[in-house]
């Protein structure tokens, strides 16, 4: 199974980001509907695209942690 990173939405492409920071353009005709930038995407093996709903929220969750932490009033 491959994980991709949603970066951006461009036009009718998804531009995504692997692990070792490799981009590929997928058209959002095959993704999920919704797909939003910073989701987690999920290919199988037979190239069946899902969002990782969980590992999208884990990942929301630790950015908002560290805004929090970089823009707390003191």
Not at 19 to 38: C, Q, W, Y
Not at 49 to 68: C, G, L, M, Y
Request: glycine share 4%.
């Amino acid at each position: 199974m491959r994980h991709l990173t949603v970066d951006r939405i461009d036009g009718i492409y998804a531009i995504c980001e692997d692990k070792d920071r490799k981009m590929f353009a997928i058209p959002t005709a095959e993704l999920p509907a919704n797909v939003r930038s910073g989701d987690k995407l999920d290919i199988d093996d037979e190239g069946v695209i899902s969002v990782n709903a969980e590992a999208t929220a884990a990942a929301r969750a630790d950015v908002r942690a560290k805004e929090n932490e970089l823009f707390k009033n003191d």
